[in-house]
């Protein structure tokens, strides 16, 4: 039987909590009292159909994406198809994998639209929205794997900076992928974007054929999962370095290309414990020291990446 | 879609996903999973948390004080709920969760489970005096019926709501909605639901309940002739006549007996309806929800015309229903005709009054299930022991830390307060049933005497460790302690 959807203010009550069967959103937004109040009715009231619009598409959802984006329905579907169809003529990809992307970006536009806010996020289980008014920042932390949430990286965006979009994928998170990585952060400029090349990167961290590798079809565990038949990533066995060299190579090599076609800023990649970073190509952001990613420290967005548990690779 | 899956798949309609789901996985959300071909809801294991947080305190002030060992602050203790616990249905196992602490230096042991209940149902108290409906009439959610209404108690009306004929009895659509209906009232969500030939009430636990649209603010204070009772002190010499209207039973001053210990000037005053005793009467009007629950919006209606052998001009008469909600005030014109008055100043109070000492007026609902046996065998291999053993206090039963009501004579049948469990603390089965968490702490030694599974027995500090799928939630203030040890023993 149909569960309501949970909307509530966490018990910091600064932030909003929005659930509805598997989407489950952490929000913020800073400003002044009324226009943060108006952004959390706004919010509350986009979200409480979003599933359902969602699900009565959901069988075309699940195909994989041609050009003809078009046929999408809803506002949401018709944000995953956009992300996607830059990697449908080269890859399998189905607009599944920008939905956590794009349901935070929705939820955002809601937001923005009512209310003149300083800065605003949308945590949609590790792929974020971001709003950022003038001269505003956010600091974000990242985990490799969100049971163990030990950061490996954090991040400053500001206003300057054209990232307004933020998502993870890893074979370790709460869905399927293809490859191998514990972790990959993309950095977009819209969080639909940053959704689905998050995910095509985590598919190329791999390692065709190796036999410390786990893969099980995808329908074995989920029988009406989007990869159908598709060899998912199940356990890594611990690698050699030459391994994870050779594994992490070929997904900078995707992620460079995608930057190379301006559907990404930036990435950080993790597996066991590598990390590889790709330089910034912004100018302005390399003069400033600012965009891009940068060693451990505290930074504010821990407890959200924290609080969410899980990263979101191919919902 | 795949057309053809193993037998044990099951559909999850949980959300409008609606994932098929693989034995021994979870759904898209991973709160829904299927558990030995059930679909079962995996959210977080509870743990009740005794400590203090968010400087709410948690352990009532006395009990503190009495066993205060001079430390600013007891040591945290933990009791694991059986919340997310998982279940040993359908087959006969130890339960998911058997924990040993010691407390106050005695070993105690808690036996988890999440129990599936065929057998089970709510009881709601309806704080409302309006006619919801005749008794043993059905009632229905989303047209469906899923309870019945049963005796009303004092300033009440109450519902019995599921049970296992509405859960497995009846159509298919009955069942789910059934259960349906269950689960939301035991998790604090609002119900709407309907009363054939009666009203539509929306209701939801430790809310006022909603009648017919019009939400309830107050219990009434006593039945009309209980209330002339309490006020005509009050009245006496301030107004000549009052009718306190009520569907039970109506009451008037001049004729009460507490109206003629006063010396209250007989008015000849005639109501409609059956006298019981003199001041007192039934059935004044039909059940509803106007006046005092009779069906009147004009308290005139129930009285006769004044007679010149006993009334007089200017003779003032208060009518009030019993929570001091509805009022009016008349006094006779030449032809003894009541003439609407503004109220009067010096029984603006008594009308105050009466509003005063009427308590809010709330839904409460108590579950109750009955323990079967595969629960029973997860915590002892001779279940009849179990039984014994919570009959004679020996063994404490819990839903999600909140204490339970046993029901006397055989079996282990319960009643909970869902207001004292942690949020969201009842899931479902399809089959139809619901899944209530139920615990059952006793000493070590006498969970050894019962045959108690000891082999599986696992210290606190261990079931600790497992920190991924747990959620430590604080205690309900009014809660007795669910660990704290019982000064019976079984040596006897």
Known sequence: MREPALIRMLPDGRRMHLHDGPIDLILEANGGPHAVSAAYEAAARRFVSILDEL???????????????????????????????????D?????????????????????????????????????????????????????????????????????????????TSGWRGRSFSLGIADAVTVLADCAAAADAAATVIANAVNLPDHSGVTRV????????????????????????????????????????????RGLIHSAALCLQKCVRVLPSFSTKSERNGREGFSGPSAPEFHAELELSGRTDPHA | MPDVFPPDTVRCDACPVLCYIKRGHAGACDRYANVEGQLVRVDPHILLDRAKSQGTPLVPFLEREGDWDGKIMKGRETFVTAIGAGTTYPDYKPAPFIVSS???????????????????GVKLKIDTDRHLGPERNLVRAQGEPVGHVTTAEYGSQMLSLGGVHHLTGGSK?????????????????????????????????G????????????????????????FAKQWFGKVDDVVVVDDHITGVLSEHQAGKL????????????????????????????????????????????????????????????????????????EALRPVEKELPEALKESVGRIRENCEPALTTVLFMGGAGGSLRAGVTENPVKLTDSVKRKLTRVTCGGASAYIWPGGGITFMVDVTRMPENAFGYVPTPALVAPIE????KNDYALLGGHMDYVRTLGDVLKEKERQRQVVSHVQNPWPLKPFTGSSES
């Open chain 2, 262 to 333: 006063l010396g209250v000037r007989e008015t000849g005053i005639a109501i409609h309806g059956r006298r019981s005793t003199p001041g007192r009467y039934f059935q004044v009007a039909e059940p509803g929800t106007g006046w005092g629950g009779t069906n009147i919006s004009d308290p005139l209606a129930i009285l006769k015309p004044f007679k010149p052998k006993f009334a007089w001009p200017h003779l003032r008469l208060l009518m009030v229903s019993t929570t001091g909600e509805q009022f009016a005030y008349y006094e006779l014109d």
């Open chain 2, 440 to 443: 059952f702490t006793l000493k």
């Open chain 2, 207 to 230: 809310k006022p309940p909603v009648v017919n649209g019009q939400r309830e603010e107050r219990m009434r204070v006593g039945c009309g002739s209980a209330t002339i009772g309490m």
């Open chain 1, 91 to 167: 890859c399998f990809i189905t607009p599944m994998a920008a939905v956590a992307g794009s349901v935070a970006e929705e939820i955002l536009e809601a937001m923005t639209a009512v209310a003149d806010l300083d800065r605003a996020y949308v945590n949609n289980g590790g792929d974020i929205a971001v709003h950022l008014g003038d001269r505003q920042s956010y600091k974000i932390g990242m985990v490799e794997r969100p049971e163990h949430p030990s950061l490996f990286g954090h991040l400053e965006i500001t206003s300057v900076d054209p990232v307004r979009g933020i998502a």
């Open chain 2, 173 to 205: 659509s009955e069942g789910r909605v059934t259960c349906e209906t269950l689960l939301e009232l035991c998790n604090g969500k609002e119900v709407e639901l309907t009363i054939d030939e009666g009203a539509g009430v929306r209701v939801a636990a």
């Open chain 2, 102 to 120: 010691e407390v106050e230096g005695v070993d105690m042991v808690t036996v988890v489970t999440e129990g599936i209940f065929s057998y089970c």
């Open chain 1, 217 to 260: 079809p995808a329908r074995e565990i989920s029988p009406d999962s989007d990869l159908g038949e598709r060899l998912v990533t199940r356990g890594v066995e611990p690698l050699s370095q030459l391994e994870i060299g050779t594994a992490i190579d070929s997904g900078v090599r995707s992620a460079t290309l995608l930057r190379e």
């Open chain 1, 55 to 89: 699900c009565d598409e959901l069988p075309l959802l699940r195909q994989p994406a041609r050009i003809t984006s078009e046929c999408a329905r809803g506002v949401v579907a018709r944000r995953m198809f956009a992300a996607v169809e830059p990697y449908c003529k």
